[in-house]
Each structure stands twice: as C-alpha cells, then as structure tokens.
C-alpha cells in the first residue's frame, strides 16, 4: 500500500517536542539552588496537562466512514488521513511524558550519590491505577476485533429531481472493518508498547540531587500516574472509535438514530480518569497543610488584599460575559470570516487587561499613599511564565508568517493585517496595565503587613503577563483551526490549490488553544509562597 505523507506530518511534531521541551525547562530550571519539591511538583503537573490535552482523538472519531457528499471535512478514511488522525495522538502523548522525564536538570553537586538497589517498574507503578488501565486495553483489543468481521459499503449520494418531485437523503459508508481494525489495532499495540518504554524512562531516571528519597520515590510513582491515566483514557478512545464505526447503519437501513455504547464507556473512562487523584509530594503535601487561612477567614487581612482578591474574581466575570455574549453572535463572526473568532479573542483579552489597570487605579487611588516608599519586587514575574509568553508571541508570529504566504498562494484575501492590528490593541492594553501598576501610589504597611505592596505589584503583574501569553497561544490556536487550508500549500506535493482543511493542523490549534486556556486560569497561588511570609499570609486569598 503506498501513499503519501506530507512532510509537515514530521515538521510539525519536531517543533511541537523542541516547544514541550523549552517550556518545561523554564518551569522547572532553578539555576542558584536547583529543582525545589515545588517547582518539581509544578513541572510534573504541566507534563501531566500538557500530555492529556495531546491524546485529544476528537480528529478520528469517524476514522473509516465515508461521506456521502463531496467534502471529506473531519472523516479520515484514506491511509495518509488515517496515520495522521490515530498517530498523532498517540505519538504525541508518549513524546510529552517522554520530554517530561528527559527535561529535568543534570546533576550540579560536585558529588553525586550512587544508588546500589536496581530501580524496577513494579516498584513505582500504583497498583490499582495499572489493573484497570490493563483491563481497559483489553475491552479496547476487544472491540477492535470485532469489527474486523464488519464489511464495508459504499456511500449513497444525495439525489433530487430537477422538478422537485423526488428527493433521497445521502448516506455514508464505511471501509471494510479489517483495514480500519488494522489501523486501530496498530494504535493500540503502539500505545501499549510506548507506555511500557516510558515507564521503563521513568523508573530508571537518574533521581534529583534537591529531593530526598521520599520525594524521589512518590515523583515516579506519580508521574506513571498521570501517564496510565491519559493512556487509558486513549485506549477506550480507540474503543469508541471502532463503536462509531460498528453503529453505522448500512445504506438502505430505515434508521432515525443510533447509539455507540462505547462511546459511553469512554465518557465513563474519562471521568474516571479525572476523579483519580495523582497524589503529592510528601515535603509539598506538608507545607500544604501548614499554610495560612484564605483571605476571606482572615479578619485582619488589609482592605487592599481583599481589593485584590475581588479584583481576580471580577476578571473571571469579564472573561465569562463575552463568552457568553459569543454564542449569540456566531452568525456575525462566521459572517465576518477568517478574523472573527480572533476579533472575539482580542476584544476579550483587551477587556481583561483594561480590568486589570482599573483595578490598579481604584487601588491605588483608595489605600496608596505619594509619601510611601513603592517597593516594586526584584522579580515579578517568574521565568517559567515570561518564557511562556516569549514562545506564544514567537508561535503566533510564526503561524502568521505561514499563513500569510499560504493565503498568498490561494489568492485569499489575507487575514492577517487585521490579526496585527488586534494583536497590537491588545499589547496596548497590557502596556497601559503595566503603566497602572508600576505608577501606582506606594500602600504603606507596617508592621506584620510589611511586603504587602511588592506583594501586591508581583500578583498584578503575574495577571497580566499571564493574559497576554494565554492570548497568544489562544490565538495561534484559532490560527491554525480556521486558517489550516492556508498551510496545506506550504508542505504538500503536487501543490493544489483547492482549499481544503487540513486535521493535522485543526489538532495542532486544539492543543495549542488549550494550552492557552489552561495558563489562562493558572492561579497566583504558586506565585505567593515565594514571596514574603507578612505579605504571602493576608494574600492567599487574592489567588485568582
């Protein structure tokens, strides 16, 4: 069987791995005192989000089925859609937990300590997570041999008379069940393989010099948590895969609806996956237990602690109204074309960042003080969140460039003078949010209170670095889903210029978009147990 692979299906991966790999170098990169227990913690946390939002199978759900009309859309039934939308979630999610394992520090200390005992799989694996991931793989081999005995059919076009006296609704085919099965049961068995290689990764691993030996110990065993829980949830993906394909009625079959009992096992599988907890570390769990009271139990919290904790709950207010507002204007953006979502986007983050300055405003306007000293952090914003930032203005700098030459090519109408425009409006608001918070009026605190304005200054600054880097990703995300035609001429040979949606570029902008939902909602809670103890004590409420 031959077919052709564009070379964007290798390009794409090779920078997606060298971007998973920069950001969780600057999560966990300490270089004065090394990996602490948190930034560990953290950095095993974002392997695990990270990991979870690539094994999205969203893109092969109707892997096999042939559609009735013209347009393929989101049906991969041909060999070169079929390795794209089943390999590369399932590559890419073994990569991530791979990286995670690999981007750890090297050793710094001048001596190092040997380990005599052999480090083995079974001494790290949770038990219970491992049984039930094992059972799910064979409910999943289960399902993908039963639909090797399936046979395929051809779809039925649509037909109306020219009079309009007889009209017949179309209906799709599908592949014969064995090929499908062959792709499913090749998923499979590289997912099983893959995960028995990481987990090898993870239990050999060199152990991290900063940790002791029961942190060392619950970091593996926690990070083959994270990774059998993703697994499972893909291999009963694969399981609702080969459902959807089986419950397809055959032409000529009178039908109103049908049901995928698999795909209910697989939403079963999910929320199981996601209620189970991947536990701590041991020296997290116990500051954990050790920390203050939230902000609203707190009766001697300064009024401008509590300011600030409104502040992060109104933002979730002005994020969610647009949000909501959307769904009434779909018409108009998808009226609008290209740039509408990325117009919704911009007009949201602009509004956050505008709530932002009034905040620091109203703040400085009720508690600051002209004859207090401003005690401005020595360093607001971490380096894991800048570098994040950096590589999300550099993506969608980049997706632009790409997509401005694609559309070149198509002889579209380009979108992306209207992105730049927006982009700029948007880094407009974030430089007038950082013009508010490092002009504002020193609050004087004396006392247990001292720190609180630094404090204060870091939280607000975190809030808006963070918004412009979700904004990036976000909408680099949307880029790549609304724009993924503009790409196909770029990597693909004989050059066509049909447009037509790519699914590895839709996957791509899901990921990434996702990405940028999750660092949106990231909370300032890490950001306070660095800073001082009299400031970190009345703030842990101001986390949003």
Same mark, same amino acid.
């Given at each position: 069987?031959?077919?052709?692979?564009?070379?964007?299906?290798?390009?794409?991966?090779?920078?997606?791995?060298?971007?998973?790999?920069?950001?969780?170098?600057?999560?966990?990169?300490?270089?004065?005192?090394?990996?602490?227990?948190?930034?560990?913690?953290?950095?095993?946390?974002?392997?695990?989000?990270?990991?979870?939002?690539?094994?999205?199978?969203?893109?092969?759900?109707?892997?096999?089925?042939?559609?009735?009309?013209?347009?393929?859309?989101?049906?991969?039934?041909?060999?070169?859609?079929?390795?794209?939308?089943?390999?590369?979630?399932?590559?890419?999610?073994?990569?991530?937990?791979?990286?995670?394992?690999?981007?750890?520090?090297?050793?710094?200390?001048?001596?190092?300590?040997?380990?005599?005992?052999?480090?083995?799989?079974?001494?790290?694996?949770?038990?219970?997570?491992?049984?039930?991931?094992?059972?799910?793989?064979?409910?999943?081999?289960?399902?993908?041999?039963?639909?090797?005995?399936?046979?395929?059919?051809?779809?039925?076009?649509?037909?109306?008379?020219?009079?309009?006296?007889?009209?017949?609704?179309?209906?799709?085919?599908?592949?014969?069940?064995?090929?499908?099965?062959?792709?499913?049961?090749?998923?499979?068995?590289?997912?099983?393989?893959?995960?028995?290689?990481?987990?090898?990764?993870?239990?050999?691993?060199?152990?991290?010099?900063?940790?002791?030996?029961?942190?060392?110990?619950?970091?593996?065993?926690?990070?083959?948590?994270?990774?059998?829980?993703?697994?499972?949830?893909?291999?009963?993906?694969?399981?609702?895969?080969?459902?959807?394909?089986?419950?397809?009625?055959?032409?000529?079959?009178?039908?109103?609806?049908?049901?995928?009992?698999?795909?209910?096992?697989?939403?079963?599988?999910?929320?199981?996956?996601?209620?189970?907890?991947?536990?701590?570390?041991?020296?997290?769990?116990?500051?954990?237990?050790?920390?203050?009271?939230?902000?609203?139990?707190?009766?001697?919290?300064?009024?401008?602690?509590?300011?600030?904790?409104?502040?992060?709950?109104?933002?979730?207010?002005?994020?969610?109204?647009?949000?909501?507002?959307?769904?009434?204007?779909?018409?108009?953006?998808?009226?609008?074309?290209?740039?509408?979502?990325?117009?919704?986007?911009?007009?949201?983050?602009?509004?956050?960042?505008?709530?932002?300055?009034?905040?620091?405003?109203?703040?400085?306007?009720?508690?600051?003080?002209?004859?207090?000293?401003?005690?401005?952090?020595? $360093?607001?914003?971490?380096?894991?969140?800048?570098?994040?930032?950096?590589?999300?203005?550099?993506?969608?700098?980049?997706?632009?460039?790409?997509?401005?030459?694609?559309?070149?090519?198509?002889?579209?109408?380009?979108?992306?003078?209207?992105?730049?425009?927006?982009?700029?409006?948007?880094?407009?608001?974030?430089?007038?949010?950082?013009?508010?918070?490092?002009?504002?009026?020193?609050?004087?605190?004396?006392?247990?209170?001292?720190?609180?304005?630094?404090?204060?200054?870091?939280?607000?600054?975190?809030?808006?670095?963070?918004?412009?880097?979700?904004?990036?990703?976000?909408?680099?995300?949307?880029?790549?889903?609304?724009?993924?035609?503009?790409?196909?001429?770029?990597?693909?040979?004989?050059?066509?210029?049909?447009? $037509?949606?790519?699914?590895?570029?839709?996957?791509?902008?899901?990921?990434?978009?996702?990405?940028?939902?999750?660092?949106?909602?990231?909370?300032?809670?890490?950001?306070?147990?660095?800073?001082?103890?009299?400031?970190?004590?009345?703030?842990?409420?101001?986390?949003?």
């Amino acid at each position: 069987m031959e077919f052709y692979l564009p070379s964007a299906v290798f390009l794409g991966p090779a920078a997606g791995a060298a971007v998973v790999y920069l950001f969780l170098r600057f999560v966990v990169w300490a270089p004065q005192t090394g990996s602490s227990a948190a930034t560990v913690s953290k950095h095993a946390f974002w392997v695990g989000i990270i990991g979870w939002m690539a094994s999205s199978l969203q893109g092969a759900m109707n892997a096999g089925i042939i559609k009735a009309n013209s347009a393929p859309g989101n049906y991969p039934s041909r060999p070169e859609d079929l390795v794209t939308a089943l390999g590369w979630p399932v590559a890419a999610t073994l990569a991530v937990h791979a990286i995670g394992q690999l981007s750890y520090p090297a050793p710094k200390q001048s001596r190092r300590h040997a380990e005599l005992s052999i480090r083995r799989i079974r001494d790290f694996l949770p038990r219970g997570l491992a049984w039930t991931t094992a059972a799910i793989f064979a409910g999943a081999a289960a399902a993908i041999i039963w639909i090797s005995a399936l046979p395929g059919f051809d779809p039925v076009q649509p037909v109306t008379a020219s009079d309009g006296s007889y009209s017949r609704s179309g209906q799709d085919g599908r592949i014969p069940g064995a090929e499908l099965a062959a792709w499913l049961g090749g998923g499979l068995i590289l997912l099983a393989a893959g995960t028995l290689l990481v987990l090898w990764l993870i239990a050999r691993r060199r152990r991290l010099e900063t940790l002791d030996a029961g942190d060392n110990r619950a970091l593996r065993t926690l990070a083959m948590n994270r990774l059998l829980r993703t697994v499972a949830t893909i291999a009963s993906g694969l399981a609702a895969i080969a459902g959807n394909f089986a419950a397809r009625p055959a032409p000529g079959e009178q039908y109103n609806s049908w049901f995928n009992a698999l795909g209910l096992f697989n939403l079963i599988v999910l929320l199981a996956m996601w209620w189970w907890r991947p536990g701590e570390l041991p020296s997290v769990a116990a500051i954990d237990k050790q920390g203050e009271a939230p902000l609203s139990r707190d009766t001697h919290a300064h009024p401008s602690a509590r300011l600030s904790a409104s502040i992060g709950a109104w933002l979730g207010v002005v994020a969610a109204l647009p949000l909501f507002g959307g769904l009434f204007l779909i018409p108009a953006m998808a009226a609008a074309g290209s740039w509408g979502l990325p117009a919704w986007l911009a007009v949201i983050a602009a509004l956050l960042l505008l709530a932002i300055a009034a905040g620091e405003l109203l703040t400085g306007a009720n508690y600051g003080s002209r004859d207090a000293s401003v005690d401005w952090p020595q $360093q607001p914003v971490s380096r894991g969140l800048l570098g994040t930032a950096i590589i999300g203005a550099l993506l969608l700098c980049a997706v632009l460039l790409l997509t401005a030459v694609g559309q070149g090519m198509l002889y579209e109408v380009p979108a992306w003078p209207a992105v730049v425009g927006l982009t700029a409006g948007v880094f407009s608001a974030g430089a007038l949010a950082w013009w508010a918070v490092r002009r504002r009026p020193a609050i004087p605190a004396p006392g247990k209170t001292a720190g609180l304005d630094g404090a204060l200054r870091a939280i607000t600054a975190y809030r808006i670095v963070r918004t412009l880097a979700a904004y990036c990703f976000v909408q680099t995300g949307l880029l790549l889903m609304t724009l993924s035609h503009a790409l196909l001429p770029l990597f693909e040979e004989p050059r066509s210029f049909v447009p $037509q949606d790519s699914p590895f570029s839709i996957a791509a902008g899901a990921v990434v978009a996702t990405l940028g939902l999750a660092i949106a909602v990231t909370p300032v809670r890490s950001l306070l147990r660095a800073l001082p103890r009299a400031a970190g004590q009345h703030l842990e409420g101001a986390a949003p």
